[in-house]
């Protein structure tokens, strides 16, 4: 089973700075079937990214995503303040279809 | 506009058996592939089973594997999550998902949730 890592486990930034939060598979990931999620205390998670790099409809080009095998990548260029929530990646090719444990990103 | 609502959740003992439902509208229903997601308390996202879109194919996390069953009745637009010989630690939100047309993406869509506590 293809096993998800994120990093770090808390990101402590200010509004407007940027946040690249990370995510490694144990063993290679198709890209298209790497996702990322956002959520928000006490709300269910929100699609953000799918295909690894495209943006789901209504985000904003604020949120980019990147990386191709093992290593992925979430960026938010100029964080605002309705982004300071909870993210996770999960892969979709092989079941178990896990989640990686989450990086929170929370106010500086 | 699409639109998941999640029912059948609540207090089960230890060992209890609880079917969870998930009413689907606004999309063509047996065309897409649906999952359920589960939440413990303050933990992240856990995976717990999938079933494609005619229900042929179903699929489980080895943690609910032999204990949980996941069904869809496409002439009811309903997906189901039969939980038996329930534990401490399947107390958690359950949250059905919608997956991409294409099947690469699991949750395009999410319902709100439905708590299951099992406690005696």
């Known amino acids: 089973e293809i096993v998800l890592t994120q990093s770090p486990g808390t990101l402590s930034l200010s509004p407007g700075e940027r946040a690249t939060l990370s995510c490694r598979a144990s063993?290679?990931?198709?890209?298209?079937?790497l996702a990322w999620y956002q959520q928000k205390p006490g709300q269910a998670p929100r699609l953000l990214i799918y295909?690894?790099?495209s943006r789901a409809t209504g985000i904003p080009d604020r949120f980019s995503g990147s990386g191709s095998g093992t290593d992925f990548t979430l960026t938010i260029s100029r964080l605002e303040p309705e982004d300071f929530a909870v993210y996770y990646c999960q892969q979709y090719g092989t079941s178990p279809f896990h989640f990686g444990p989450g990086t929170k990103v929370d106010i500086k | 506009e699409v639109q998941l609502v999640e029912s059948g959740g609540g207090l089960v003992q230890p060992g209890g058996s609880l079917r969870l439902s998930c009413a689907a509208s606004?999309?063509?229903?047996?065309?897409?592939?649906m999952s359920w997601v589960r939440q413990a308390p303050g933990k992240g996202l856990e995976w717990v089973s999938g079933?494609?879109?005619?229900?042929?194919?179903?699929y489980y996390a080895d943690s609910v594997k032999g204990r949980f069953v996941i069904s869809r009745d496409n002439s009811k637009n309903t997906l189901y999550l039969q939980m038996n010989s329930l534990r401490a630690e399947d107390t958690a939100v359950y949250y059905c998902?919608?997956?991409?047309?294409?099947?690469?993406?699991?949750?395009?869509?999410w319902g709100q949730g439905t708590l299951v506590t099992v406690s005696s």
């Open positions: 606004g999309f063509t229903f047996s065309t897409y592939a």
């Open positions: 998902a919608k997956a991409s047309s294409d099947g690469y993406t699991l949750g395009v869509y």
């Open positions: 295909g690894a790099s």
């Open positions: 063993q290679s990931v198709s890209s298209s079937h």
């Open positions: 079933i494609s879109g005619s229900g042929a194919g179903t």
